[in-house]
């Protein structure tokens, strides 16, 4: 017989466990901080944020149920980017106080930790004027103040945006659906940022400012190492391909995502594709061209790029445009010179790692790029997955006309082609540079980009779901930082593959599958996330996307590109 349920007393207080198993209470109303504060769990990096139950909360959230809490730190992806976010805010505040009226636009990330930033008036930054800001800065990291939510009518909001001359704000937030917005604010500052913040200012105590070029950088730690700054080093390329996207979107009128909303609406798409296409076929025939010039001395293109950096397309469009001058090129895999399954190395989980350099047969692949080079021939070697070892394949020669074609994640590590003369080879690097942000304030990072892009193809082409792509995300971004980016400055030149349009065109084929991404797991963070990132954009209609070229590297991952199956002829 089942026993009937007893009266209790009406709790007033709540619970909060831990993962070791530790269990606190407290009463209805304690944040989420006071928690953490009293458990002071053992992490890597500073607590900035906690999983409750599953689900992304700011410290000063208010516990009113039970639940398991996680902390979130800055040695995460999650909590990196609050503390990034929560970092621009407090510069953000204590510009408005030493230098009030001028607008602070954050423009790029730096690769050592860093945002680049200008100021609208250049005289902010007159000498001592940037030592002023952060001064500052530290001054209110050390008052230790609140950064605390607001919620503000959305005409007030829409006021204060054109008050304060950010358009861009007022623009993208106009056609906002609810009556109010959600911002923050910061000892009388209020801003939007797209993301949740740390609870109070002395969360923030580790950064710096050094001036660059006609602006600064506010510097921030690195996920991989949270308690320390990196050494900062020069990327004057790297700045130079953003500040050309940029200088390139304002002269087209895109600056930002409601300037491209705005295009899309008033009858502007089929221009904003053509002229985003165009900029694509521009780099590509300057490429081309650079190498056409040094016919008789470069003999072999090396191309690498990051995932989803739209390589495979690049490398088709490269060789019709070599091929119309004359050079043919022949395409080499680097992943038939892998070494046999046996030999492969392992990574820490014990798992084979096919990206690493030794797990290709680098003195092999080496020797036949020298034979090709002088006119030898060689046999190709076919590596079969199945069995994982190599076998034979056909013979291969290469004439005067032709050039070796190259793309792989190590094309620019220079131990594959050591002993081979520089002058003989042309070597790029490939990635989406996207300087189209949300507004001064809100950046849209190069790797949501890539990510996305990722997800659409994964799910299209090889059957994995958003939560298959998004959990493999960290494990790709570890072997980039690993093998592609530290070789990058390798390159004779970059080429910026991002499209100013592009997720508006993927919006539509992205959402539905965010949405799939099952609720409570640590998938469906990232995948509302990227939700929330994606409602600003306006979606392209569905007969928008036939307006794509069927040669757009886009068309490498939403299908349809007439270079799927083509290979260059060889002469």
């Known amino acids: 017989m089942t026993s009937l349920p007893t009266l209790s007393p009406i709790r007033h207080t709540v619970q909060a466990r831990f993962a070791d198993g530790r269990a606190f209470d407290a009463p209805v109303g304690t944040t989420l901080e006071t928690f953490i504060e009293a458990a002071q769990p053992e992490t890597n990096g500073r607590i900035v944020a906690a999983?409750?139950?599953?689900?992304?909360r700011e410290l000063s959230h208010k516990l009113d149920e039970d639940a398991?809490?996680?902390?979130?730190?800055?040695?995460?992806?999650?909590?990196?980017r609050?503390?990034?976010?929560?970092?621009?805010?407090?510069?953000?505040?204590?510009?408005?106080?030493?230098?009030p009226g001028k607008i602070i636009t954050i423009q790029h990330s730096m690769p050592f930790g860093g945002y680049y930033c200008e100021c609208e008036d250049p005289t902010c930054l007159q000498p001592g004027g940037l030592q002023q800001l952060k001064q500052r800065m530290r001054e209110l990291v050390n008052a230790d103040l609140p950064i605390h939510q607001v919620r503000v009518p959305l005409d007030e909001a829409l006021a204060l945006f054109r008050q304060e001359g950010d358009l861009e704000k007022?623009?993208?937030f106009a056609k906002r659906r609810k009556d109010y917005l959600t911002m923050y604010e910061l000892n009388g500052a209020r801003d939007y940022f797209h993301g949740f913040m740390v609870p109070?200012?002395?969360?923030?105590?580790l950064f710096d400012l050094r001036p660059y070029k006609d602006g600064f950088i506010l510097q921030f730690p690195r996920r991989h190492e949270p308690d320390r700054l990196q050494p900062f080093e020069d990327e004057p390329r790297l700045a130079r391909v953003f500040q050309e996207y940029d200088d390139w979107l304002r002269i087209i009128g895109l600056p930002s995502v409601a300037s491209l909303n705005s295009a899309l609406a008033n009858g502007r798409l089929q221009q904003t594709i053509l002229v985003a296409e165009a900029f694509h076929q521009q780099q590509l025939a300057q490429i081309a061209e650079e190498i056409a010039g040094r016919r008789h001395k470069i003999k072999l293109v090396l191309i690498s790029g990051p995932t989803s950096a739209g390589k495979t397309t690049f490398s088709k469009r490269l060789s019709i445009q070599l091929m119309a001058r004359g050079i043919f090129p022949l395409a080499i895999g680097m992943d038939n010179y892998f070494v046999d399954r046996s030999l492969t190395p392992r990574d820490e989980n014990g798992d084979f790692d096919f990206e690493a350099l030794e797990a290709v047969d680098v003195p092999l692949f080496r020797e036949h790029l020298k034979l090709l080079m002088q006119g030898e021939t060689i046999q190709q070697p076919i590596y079969n997955f199945h069995t994982g070892m190599r076998e034979q394949g056909p013979d291969l020669q290469i004439g005067p006309e032709h050039v070796l074609l190259i793309e792989g994640i190590h094309g620019l590590n220079p131990k594959i082609v050591e002993g081979i003369p520089p002058e003989a080879m042309y070597r790029v690097f490939i990635s989406a540079f996207t300087q189209l942000n949300l507004d001064k304030h809100n950046r849209v990072p190069t790797t949501d980009t890539r990510l996305l892009r990722r997800i659409v193809r994964d799910a299209a082409h090889r059957g994995y779901s958003a939560a298959d792509t998004i959990a493999r995300w960290p494990s790709?971004?570890?072997?980039e930082k690993r093998h592609i980016f530290p070789y990058q400055n390798n390159a004779n030149v970059f080429f910026n593959s991002a499209l100013v349009y592009e997720m508006s065109a993927m919006k539509r084929l992205a959402e539905p599958l965010l949405l799939q991404v099952e609720p409570g797991t640590p998938e469906r963070i990232e995948a509302n996330r990227l939700l929330a990132f994606l409602q600003w954009f306006d979606p392209i209609p569905a007969e928008g996307l036939d307006l794509i070229a069927s040669d757009s590297i886009l068309r490498e991952f939403i299908g349809g590109s007439i270079l799927e199956k083509f290979e260059p002829w060889h002469g």
């Not at 790709?476 to 072997?479: P, T």
């Open 68 to 80: 398991l809490l996680v902390p979130v730190t800055s040695a995460d992806s999650d909590g990196s």
């Open 200 to 205: 109070r200012t002395s969360f923030l105590d």
């Open 82 to 99: 609050i503390y990034r976010r929560s970092l621009c805010f407090l510069m953000i505040a204590a510009a408005d106080e030493i230098w």
């Open 51 to 56: 999983l409750k139950n599953g689900r992304l």
């Open 476 to 479: 790709v971004r570890r072997g």
């Open 170 to 172: 007022a623009n993208l």
